[in-house]
Structures are given as C-alpha cells and as structure tokens.
C-alpha cells in the first residue's frame, strides 16, 4: 500500500470564513436552530411511540424521518459550531472522524428520498386500496419498508465512501464546513475518474427512481381522486398527500440548489450558505408541517398541552 495513504491522519477543515467579532453571533445562530431540530423532532418521535392511537402505519414510517433529520443534523452541526469558536489555524479532525462523518451524513441524505418513496407507497395504498389497507400495511411491512429504507442508503454510500478511502491522500485540508464524499477524494493525487462516474450515478439515480416514484404514485391517487364523487374522502386524501408533498418539496429544492450552486462559479460563502441550508431548514419544518398538518397528531399534541395546563392548576 502507498505510504502516502496514512500520510496526513490529521486534517485541517476550512469551515465557515467568519470574522472574529461574528463568532459568538455565528455559533448561537446555529445552536438554536439545532435545539429546535433536536426538541422538535425527537418530541414528535417520542409522541408516536408513546401514544398508541398513533401507532398506524403512516405514523410509524414517518418516526424514520425525525430520526434521521436528528442524526443528519447531530453529525454535522456540532462540530462545525465548535470550529467557529476555534481558531482557523486548529480546526482539526482525524481521516477516520472525517471519512465517518461523510459516511453518516450521505447515508442520511439518502435515506431523506428513501423514506420519503415508502411514505409515498403508504399514501398510495391508502387512497387507491383502502380496503385492502390493513393487509398491505402490516406491520411486516412497515418493517421492511424502514429496513429498505436504510439499508439500500448504506449500501449505496457505502460504495460511495469506499471508492474514495481506497485512494491515498497527498493533501490535508478539507475546503469545506464539513466531511463529504467529494472532500475525501479531493484528498488525493491519484486518478479519480472512477469516483466521479460513480458518484454522477449514483445521485442520477437517486434523483431519478425518487421523483418517478412519488410522480407516479401521486398520478395514481390524483386519478383515484378525479374519479372519485366522495368530497369527504378527496379532502382527506388532499390533506395527507399535502403534507407528505411539502416535505419532499423542501428536501428537493433544497438538495437542487445545492447541486447547482456547485455546478457553477460562485464564491466560497454562497457554497457555504447552501449547505447550511440544507442541513438546517428541511430538519426544521418537517416536524411543524407534521405536527400541524397531521391531524391526529395535532390532536395528541392539543391534548396533552391541555392536560398538563389542567393538572398545573
């Protein structure tokens, strides 16, 4: 093996090109949305699996979506607000904590679109096979749903981050605010086609199967829909199928402007700002279009804040 693979086990990251005066500004900008994403999320995870009336399928494929948004957000967040009260010259992270960290957080990415086309499938079966509802969705299922979810994300970015820890590193800075699979291979001198290929394929198809999923699911129950005479049951469907919508809209605008931000010349900071973007507003509004718009855990939620108002008198 190339003696230059273990050259550099300690790198330096660039992280955010603040002033030393924005610092302390900067770190609380971000520690409060991270402790809003943390409450807000694990809240709503604890609410499904307390609460028995919530455990339905829709509900129960939807835990997998805060948990995710948690680790996604745990796994970048903290370090790149502890580099910012760090001085630029010390902002280090072993090979090993940088090649985890891009691992995690492309495995939660991914997982974002994989949860997101189960949920779909849900939606799918409930407006256009109600009555076969029970039996599709059950709670095997459901199982293998989350399984499927997660484990073909790992499988992929697993591929995805062995391709680039296999190359030998001649570089130790990471020109970025954080670990990822494009900051590894730039690590290295070597010939890094096959990472390319790869990567432009992977993220092709990701993209690809996601939006033709949801497309084709959402015709489908638009058609259901339109063929319907049941106001009650097309303004039922409206509302679940909205909710689920505007969460896979905000995760795509969000990972598309990133994508295009890239594609072009544009300063560091714009770089940057996209990625804070999305890292922090998806993990922010999905718990409050959920727990808004989800009827029954709005409810739940209604319920237990009067509750406590009551037993607090």
């Known amino acids: 093996m190339d003696n230059l693979t273990f050259r550099y086990n300690i790198l330096l990251v660039e992280g955010l090109q603040e002033t030393n005066l924005s610092n302390y500004l900067v770190f609380i900008l ?5 402790i809003f994403i ?3 999320n694990v809240g709503i995870f604890i609410l499904i699996l307390v609460e028995k009336g919530l455990h339905q399928p829709m509900h129960i494929l939807f835990c997998n979506l805060p948990l995710n ?12 607000m502890s580099h910012i009260l760090t001085d630029p010259s010390e902002r280090y992270i072993t090979y090993v904590e940088c090649a985890i960290q891009a691992f995690i957080g492309h495995v939660c990415a991914t997982s974002s679109h994989t949860i997101l086309m189960s949920m779909a499938f849900d ?7 109600p ?18 979810a997660w484990g073909s994300a790992i499988v992929l970015v697993g591929i995805l981050i062995g391709l680039s820890v296999r190359l030998s590193h001649c570089r130790s800075v990471i020109q970025n605010l954080f670990c990822d699979n494009a900051s590894l291979f730039k ?5 890094t086609d096959i990472n390319n290929v790869y990567g432009l394929t992977f993220t092709a198809f990701l993209l690809t199967s996601s939006l033709g999923w949801v497309l084709l699911t959402y015709l489908r129950i638009a058609r259901v829909c339109f063929q319907s005479k049941n106001k009650a049951t097309n303004s039922k469907a409206i509302k679940t199928c ?25 300063s560091y900071e714009t770089k940057s700002a996209s990625k804070i973007i999305l890292h922090v507003i998806p993990p922010s509004l999905n718990p409050i279009i959920y727990g808004f718009q989800a009827k029954e855990i709005r409810q739940t939620l209604f ?8 037993n607090a008198r």
Do not use: Q
């Not at 948004?69 to 790149?80: A, C, E, K, N, Q």
């Not at 969460?247 to 969000?254: G, N, S």
């Not at 990133?258 to 010349?265: A, D, Q, S, V």
């Not at 319920?303 to 009551?310: E, G, Y």
């Open 123 to 129: 939606r799918y079966v409930a407006i256009c096979n």
């Open 38 to 40: 943390i409450v807000s």
């Open 187 to 191: 690590l290295s001198c070597e010939n």
């Open 303 to 310: 319920k237990l804040i009067f509750k406590s108002k009551v």
């Open 69 to 80: 948004d948690v680790l996604w957000t745990t796994v970048i967040l903290p370090r790149m």
């Open 131 to 148: 009555l076969r509802y029970p039996t599709i969705m059950s709670n095997n299922m459901v199982v293998k749903l989350s399984a499927g």
């Open 30 to 34: 971000f520690l409060l949305p991270y």
């Open 242 to 266: 909205s909710t689920h919508l505007a969460v896979y809209m905000i995760m795509m605008l969000a990972g598309f402007a990133t994508i295009l931000i890239h594609r072009f010349p544009v």
